[in-house]
């Protein structure tokens, strides 16, 4: 696999897949960072086109990414969602001034646990039927829960969480490196001064990434040095070759389960209750589970254009209106704790089901869990 830097010229659109009408009120907001298939898309574009014909048509690249790189080529994931903050409590602050969903202000990190593992929680009823929650630890007299680690760690240090080291430097997190830009868009009334009543105004929601940081992925083949277009309204970005990660040949030593017992999330995937119907973890894994920690899902899919191939010739029409299927995906960062591991568990992609879209999936490592082990 060779890694390419993304650095964008401008602001980046990825709008999510809500549908939404043009009007008073409407909002399109945005998805960041990008899925995969995204910025895979942005790096094909770089190659020759391989034809039209059916023979042409070659499922032969693989894909990784995309994640986050510094200004020092330093690797930045998803924190994982089992981490929590914990600080003591002083004469000047109080636990209820620490309210906000992530934190930079802590003495020190810790994981949540399985329910039956706490003392006290047996006295709180939860669905027998249902996964039981994760909670959190023990605490020390005058500790409190102060919210959640920033968003992105280190490589190096989810190295050390995979190895059940609780990160102990604040310096291996960071919050989200980019801003957020309002775009609106009004269309005006031909001839005069006035919004149009219908589809005369919406707004979207854009991002900026901040100096110095870039997006990075690996894909198996060479592209040269380019500029390619990434999201909408036609925005660009640099993409620029970049010498091996070291620090990702380490993390490529936890993809196998062993004798580990837990797994981390490093790219979105699709945990399959039912046929068609997704969830945070598979069917077949709860028995197997001890608990998992979770975010909302990230949907994506819904309406696209597509050109149709014609009847009974290998030509394409125009451009048509086209549903997509949407799915919900488990968000990068998802922890799933485990009894014992389920066989197979290398990704969290359906297995009992069969496709081309499923065989996209996994040559673009939808799904990559690394293992680790909780002391």
């Given at each position: 696999m060779y890694w390419y830097t993304i650095e964008p010229l401008d602001l980046l659109l990825f709008?999510?897949?809500k549908p939404f009408s043009p009007g008073e009120g409407s909002w399109a907001k945005g998805l960041f960072p990008p899925m995969p298939i995204t910025v895979?898309?942005?790096?094909?574009?770089?190659?020759e086109n391989y034809g039209?014909?059916?023979?042409?048509?070659?499922?032969?690249?693989?894909?990784?990414?995309?994640?986050?790189?510094?200004?020092?080529?330093?690797?930045?994931?998803?924190?994982?969602?089992?981490?929590l903050c914990v600080r003591q409590k002083s004469e000047s602050n109080q636990a209820e001034d620490y309210d906000q969903e992530t934190t930079d202000t802590w003495d020190r990190i810790e994981r949540l646990q399985p329910k039956?593992?706490?003392?006290?929680?047996?006295?709180?009823?939860?669905?027998?039927?249902?996964?039981?929650p994760m909670v959190p630890p023990q605490l020390q007299e005058r500790e409190f829960i102060c919210g959640s680690p920033q968003t992105?760690?280190?490589?190096?240090?989810?190295?050390?969480?995979?190895?059940?080291?609780?990160?102990?430097?604040?310096?291996?997190?960071s919050d989200d490196p980019w801003s957020i830009q309002i775009l609106p868009h009004i269309q005006m009334k031909s001839g005069t001064r006035q919004v149009r009543d219908e589809e005369g105004y919406f707004t979207e929601v854009a991002v900026r990434m901040h100096s110095e940081w870039r997006l990075v992925a690996a894909i198996n083949i060479k592209i040269e040095p380019t500029v390619v277009r990434l999201g909408g309204e036609g925005h660009r970005a640099i993409v620029s070759r970049l010498n091996p990660l070291k620090q990702w040949q380490e993390l490529e030593q936890y993809q196998e389960p062993k004798s580990n017992n837990f797994a981390y999330l490093l790219t979105p995937g699709l945990a399959e209750k039912e046929i068609a119907k997704y969830g945070v973890y598979p069917s077949n894994w709860k028995e197997h589970l001890l608990g998992c920690v979770s975010a909302r899902p990230l949907l994506w899919g819904g309406v696209s254009n597509i050109k149709r191939r014609l009847l009974n010739s290998e030509e394409r029409g125009d451009l048509e209106f086209a549903l997509l299927p949407q799915r919900g995906f488990v968000p990068p960062g998802t922890v799933y704790l485990f009894k014992d591991i389920p066989a197979p568990a290398k990704s969290l992609l359906p297995q009992q089901v069969s496709g081309k879209w499923l065989q996209t999936f996994q040559q673009l490592n939808y799904g990559k869990l690394l293992w680790g082990k909780r002391k």
């Open positions: 709008r999510e897949a895979f898309q942005a790096l094909r574009s770089a190659l039209e014909k059916k023979e042409d048509k070659k499922r032969d690249l693989e894909f990784i990414g995309s994640f986050l790189l510094d200004q020092q080529d330093t690797l930045w994931l998803p924190t994982p969602k089992d981490l039956n593992t706490q003392p006290g929680w047996e006295y709180l009823s939860f669905d027998g039927e249902e996964l039981q992105w760690i280190k490589a190096e240090a989810l190295i050390e969480y995979l190895q059940g080291i609780n990160p102990k430097n604040k310096n291996d997190f």
